[in-house]
């Protein structure tokens, strides 16, 4: 059984950093795509960074530069660092998985594997 357990968020002033956490279980697949998606109230459901089981990593644009995405294989678990935080970045974030590899940021309904969410609160 896959499980995804999220850790991190939290509230952080504009400009502050944040990194999040999504520990993986039972997800041994060796070709994959694991990343962060995040929805903000009244909003749809966005596409934040992807990494793939090539190391390829993949961002949406309002997040280049200040968010990074990475994973600790030794440890299963996948990470969102985040930089330069904005009001704009205030979400639900949520890691995702499936198992296939994929280049870009596919779109949600592709991840069977969520985790349950964390909330990221950044005020002015």
């Known amino acids: 059984q896959v499980r995804l357990m999220q850790s991190g968020g939290g509230s952080v002033q504009a400009g502050g950093s944040l990194t999040l956490s999504c520990a993986a279980s039972g997800f041994t697949y060796t070709t994959y795509t694991m990343g962060w998606f995040r929805q903000a109230p009244g909003k749809e459901r966005e596409g934040v960074a992807t990494i793939n089981s090539g190391g390829n990593t993949y961002y949406a644009d309002s997040v280049k530069g200040r968010f990074t995405i990475f994973q600790d294989n030794a440890n299963d678990t996948l990470y969102l660092q985040m930089n330069g935080l904005k009001p704009d970045d205030t979400a639900m974030y949520y890691c995702?998985?499936?198992?296939?590899?994929?280049?870009?940021?596919?779109?949600?309904?592709?991840?069977?594997?969520w985790g349950q969410g964390t909330q990221v609160t950044v005020f002015s």
């Open positions: 995702a998985a499936f198992r296939l590899q994929w280049s870009g940021i596919p779109r949600q309904s592709l991840f069977p594997f």
